[in-house]
Each structure stands twice: as C-alpha cells, then as structure tokens.
C-alpha cells in the first residue's frame, strides 16, 4: 500500500520555525518527483515546494522563498520541509505529495500532475 505520513506540525509564534518531514512507503521513492502543498481554512490548496530525484532541482512558491527550505533523504524514503520566519498567514494544513516517473530535473507545481497525496498536517503560527 502507497503510504505517506506527515510529522512535525504544531503551534509556533510568527518568526518561529518548524521542520516538516513526510516518511513514504509503497513506490519508488528514488525516482519520484516530491511536493509540499498547503491549504488554509476556505482556501484552495497551493503549492509550496517540490525537489525532483536526486535533489538537484527544487522549486519554491514566491511567498515562501528565502524563508522555506525542501530536501530529500532517498535512503530514508523522506522528504523534509524546513520552515523558517513563520507568518501566520502560513497556517494552514500541510500536505506532502509525490509524483512517479517524473522526467529528470523537472518539478512540477500543478497538484493534478501527483499521484499520491499524505493526510495532511496542521500548521498554526500565531501573531
């Protein structure tokens, strides 16, 4: 079964900073294109972050650039999200997403091109 678990969310105070990370099972993980997206309370959900396989390539959304960081441990089947300089206008649940066969070097930002999506985990930063 394909699998992939959220960790890491809490409560923290604007400037603060948080590490997501999302532990997978049940595909290739090695070879899978991997995201973070995000979705506030009424709001669609957005895209954050991805890395492509072998972590050479990433892309950030503009509004989190400089502030957020993705990785990727392949021989950990994890992807991590390291959120620094919180705002609350970044509270929102936090999704991890992976995407098979992606063509090397590129990453994606469209949710419709993942294949597999985690349960979530909820962000709260207060002001």
């Known amino acids: 079964q394909v699998q992939l678990v959220e960790s890491g969310g809490g409560l923290v105070q604007t400037g603060g900073s948080l590490r997501l990370s999302c532990a997978s099972s049940?595909?290739?993980?090695?070879?899978?294109?991997m995201g973070w997206f995000r979705q506030a309370p009424g709001k669609e959900r957005e895209f954050v972050a991805a890395?492509?396989?072998?972590?050479?390539?990433?892309v950030y959304a503009d509004f989190v650039k400089g502030r957020f960081t993705i990785s990727r441990d392949n021989a950990k089947n994890t992807v991590y999200l390291q959120m620094n300089s919180l705002k609350p206008e970044d509270t929102a649940v936090y999704y991890c997403?992976?995407?098979?066969?992606?063509?090397?070097?590129?990453?994606?930002?469209?949710?419709?091109?993942?294949?597999?999506w985690g349960q979530g985990t909820q962000v709260t930063v207060s002001s």
């Open positions: 890395i492509g396989w072998g972590g050479s390539r990433t």
């Open positions: 049940g595909f290739t993980f090695s070879t899978s294109a």
């Open positions: 997403a992976a995407r098979r066969h992606a063509i090397r070097l590129v990453v994606s930002t469209e949710l419709s091109e993942y294949d597999y």
